[in-house]
């Protein structure tokens, strides 16, 4: 079973626009389905929805979180061998190389507001080069 | 979890139409991925004879079992087809960002057949696939044409894009396949049967996942390997590798060598980093195979590999890499960011055309990816035009007033910038050098250097006589990545396979050319493992480190989940070599009429450099393959015991099932 959506759902379509594969559809302000053949599971939808009406492939329902709380990539410059592994999986496409990283260049997150905070580069590093964290808490 | 997709998609572009095929867990067993599965599914559905450039051709664009599920080396596509080139099984192998691609749109192997009536591309994103109008584009090299496509189809994924340039819509037999701003599947002449079916473009913005059986178990492998590779070469000059190629190639003894220097060079300098090496100990040819390093003297001072890493701005990795042998170079105010030289390239443009133009050959590199041409076969063209004018069988008249000197930087880049449109007198070579002789005097034969209609690459048999049988012996000839001697030596199968013998780490010269048992079992074995890892969608470069530091065969378990033996992964490369064997054999090809060209073998013996006085008996070779491997001895067609024993009678039988 991939994320769906059950009744309590009141059509917002938060999760329509933030879905990176398009994977939802309805009418607004009425119940939206989720395409199973389509969803791969990165629980976006589950952390946008404000109405709690997501569950996830395991049968749970999501948790809602603020934008700001959601988990991002952190790359470990030590560990990466540079392999893209990550930047390919993310569906949203917003961890790139960056240049000027050195000679064999590493990625890095330039497009922070569009990561869904999904994990799967996380889950993709072979050599565990990514750590996921909050931005707002490590900083302070 | 499986770390294949079990599905294929095939595009009818006849009818515009697509279904997928699901397959099997056993389909994957018995064949892998990549070119074991391309092999099933051509052999099945193509029909016998089929007319490489026709509707019935099938190109496949196959994915390795292991891509994306978080083992190394595996980001490695394969383009399959029947071959315009050479009439043969033909297949081509990439990097970049394309094999996980396919994997994440779904599919295992994407296969066209079928013409279309103009020019198209196929999109597939997350709602599936597309056939669009590819009108735009048509006429545009691959890089234009993949920065447009990604351009129009810039949603939340950026796609991944192959296109073929101006030479595969030309529909020359040397053209290949591009992706990723100018890497390209260059051999056996399948941009041409993209061309042919009007298909320009394939662009891929799937998100599916990937996953490992054992996904804990794999990434251990992996981390472990990403250390077992790094071997620190950063001071090392190329001066250092040019002497140590010397020493080799002039050694009273063979010296079998060891994968961690190769991936030393490869991270250091990329596979260019091999031709100081090379050079010194014969194995890279001069002047259409005819000459030797002395007719060049100095060639190494005067084309330094350390220049390249001076003008590289960064390195490049295929996907899923630890290593990085490839480069981004840029030559300020002359040439723009493009991938850098390959050794094959390099020997291309330099050596076998008698030039040490290496900013020449930076051009014509970048020229040649983007409109995408094979660099092995398009420099073996060159080289071939220049010995037939230096002959005396191509003159001024012919050429249009240019003279094709040995080492001219202007016939070069005249000649190429006319093959790659098909125009001027560089229309002759468009097709490769058999054909091109064809339409020349019959001594121009002897001159035109091939296996089967494909130029050789660059790797003198003289030094290694396995890359001669291999290039003859193998279902698609011509090529270096199917075997040799070196590669026994460096993917170290005796660690993991029993029953194979270590490689001495000096042995008398002419125990080369024996097709004793030792030899032949080693070549069989290489010829295995070679089908089995393109089946896994491993890198060539990543396997020539060794079995014992890139755990392919513990991945091909962690991944799949299938928990088989070394030697029963290599019985499925061998059931794959003898079905592209049978492939061939359908087509009516004979096995022994495809040979390296004589001048490889040493007729007549060269008389200097590294190989001098060498010449060996190739038939003897390929005689001791086939035996080893259970195809007659005599025909080289694989015996119905053989075909039997590998599970392959119910395929190659008329309307086969897999
Ligand atoms: S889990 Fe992700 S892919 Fe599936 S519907 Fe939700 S947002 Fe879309
Ligand atoms: S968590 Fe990683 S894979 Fe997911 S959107 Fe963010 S950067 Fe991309
Ligand atoms: S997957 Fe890991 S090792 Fe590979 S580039 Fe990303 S962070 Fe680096």
Redesign the pocket.
């Given at each position: 079973m991939t994320h769906t959506i059950i009744e309590a759902c009141t059509g917002c379509t938060a999760c329509v626009k933030i879905c990176?594969v398009a994977a939802i559809s309805g009418e607004r302000k009425h119940m939206h389905v989720i395409n199973a053949a389509i969803c791969i599971d990165?629980g976006a939808c589950g952390r946008i929805c404000p109405s709690a009406s997501i569950i996830n492939e395991e049968g749970e329902l999501c948790q809602s979180l603020k934008k700001s709380m959601w988990?991002?990539?952190v790359v470990l410059q030590s560990k990466c061998v540079a392999c893209g592994a990550?930047i390919q999986?993310?569906?949203?496409?917003?961890?790139e190389f960056d240049e000027t990283s050195g000679e064999h260049v590493i990625p890095t997150?330039f497009d922070e507001k569009?990561?869904?905070?999904?994990?799967?580069?996380?889950a993709?590093c072979p050599t565990h080069a990514?750590e996921?964290s909050v931005p707002a808490m490590s900083k302070t | 979890m499986k770390s294949y997709t079990g599905k294929v998609l095939w595009v009818d572009l006849t009818h515009g139409t697509w279904q997928e095929e699901t397959l099997s867990d056993e389909i994957y067993k018995k064949y892998l991925g990549g070119i074991g599965l391309g092999a099933a599914l051509l052999y099945r559905d193509m029909p016998p004879k089929a007319d490489p450039l026709g509707p019935d051709n099938i190109l496949g664009f196959m994915t390795g079992l292991l891509t994306g599920a978080g083992s190394f080396f595996t980001g490695r596509w394969m383009a399959v087809a029947k071959s315009p080139l050479t009439g043969t099984w033909g297949d081509s192998n990439c990097g970049g960002t394309l094999a996980l691609a396919i994997k994440q749109s779904g599919y295992d192997g994407i296969l066209f057949k079928g013409a279309s009536d103009h020019p198209v591309y196929l999109y597939i994103d997350s709602k599936g696939p597309q056939l669009l109008d590819a009108s735009p584009y048509w006429g545009k090299d691959a890089i234009e044409t993949e920065d447009l496509l990604i351009e129009t189809h810039k949603s939340k994924k950026k796609p991944a894009v192959a296109a073929i340039g101006r030479a595969g819509e030309k529909l020359s037999l040397i053209s290949g396949i591009v992706n990723d701003r100018g890497r390209i599947a260059g051999r056996s002449g399948l941009g041409a049967v993209m061309g042919s079916k009007k298909l320009k473009a394939v662009v891929l913005a799937g998100s599916k996942r990937v996953r490992a059986h054992d996904p804990i178990k794999t990434k251990w492998l992996s981390l472990k390997c990403s250390r077992d590779v790094m071997l620190p070469l950063q001071l090392l000059p190329s001066r250092l590798v040019s002497m140590f190629g010397s020493i080799i190639g002039h050694l009273p003894m063979g010296m079998s060598q060891n994968g961690i220097l190769v991936a030393g060079i490869m991270r250091k300098w990329g596979s260019v980093g091999t031709l100081p090496a090379s050079v010194g100990m014969g194995d890279t040819p001069f002047k259409n195979w005819a000459g030797t390093k002395y007719d060049m003297p100095g060639f190494n001072q005067k084309v330094d590999t350390d220049f390249i890493l001076k003008t590289e701005k960064r390195k490049y990795h295929c996907r899923e890499c630890p290593l990085g042998c490839g480069g981004i170079v840029e030559l300020e105010g002359k040439q723009a960011e493009s991938h850098k030289l390959e050794y094959e390239t390099s020997a291309s443009f330099l050596t076998m055309l008698m030039s040490t133009d290496l900013e020449l050959a930076y051009e014509m590199n970048d020229l040649l990816n983007r409109e995408g041409m094979d660099t092995i076969s398009a420099g073996g063209c060159v080289a071939f035009a220049m010995e037939c004018y230096e002959k005396g069988w191509i003159t001024r008249e012919d050429t249009g007033g240019s003279e094709l000197n040995w080492g001219s930087s202007e016939a070069i880049r005249i000649l190429l910038t006319q093959m790659v449109v098909r125009q001027g007198f560089g229309a002759l070579l468009t097709d490769g050098v058999k054909r091109a002789a064809e339409k020349l005097v019959p001594q121009a034969a002897d001159s035109a250097i091939h296996a089967g209609g494909q130029e050789i690459a660059y790797h003198d048999p003289r030094l290694d006589p396995g890359m001669g049988l291999h290039a003859s012996v193998d279902p698609t000839p011509g090529r270096h990545t199917t075997g040799a001697q070196l590669y026994y030596d460096l993917y170290k199968l005796w660690t993991r396979v029993p029953g194979l013998k270590p490689a001495a780490l000096f042995y008398p010269k002419e125990t080369k050319f024996e097709a004793d048992e030792y030899r032949m079992k080693g070549a069989v074995a290489v010829s295995n493992f070679t089908q089995f890892y393109n089946g896994m969608g491993m890198c060539y470069f990543g396997m020539l480190i060794g079995v014992d530091r890139v755990p392919v065969f513990e991945w091909a378990n962690s991944v799949t989940g299938w928990n088989l033996k070394p030697e029963e992964y290599m019985e499925i490369g061998r059931r794959i070599q003898t079905l592209r064997q049978m492939f061939n054999i359908r087509e009516g090809i004979d096995p022994r009429k495809i040979n390296v060209s004589k001048r490889l073998l040493g007729d007549p013996p060269q008389t200097a450099g590294p190989n001098k006085g060498v010449s060996f008996d190739l038939k003897k070779l390929k005689k001791g393959y086939w035996k080893e491997i259970g195809w007659d001895a005599e025909t080289g067609i694989p015996t119905t015991e053989t075909v039997a024993e590998l599970d392959l009678t119910d395929l190659v039988k008329v309307g086969g099932v897999l």
């Open positions: 990176p990165c988990l991002k990539p990550c999986v993310c569906p949203t496409s917003v961890l997150l569009n990561c869904i905070g999904c994990s799967f580069c996380e993709a990514i996921m | -």
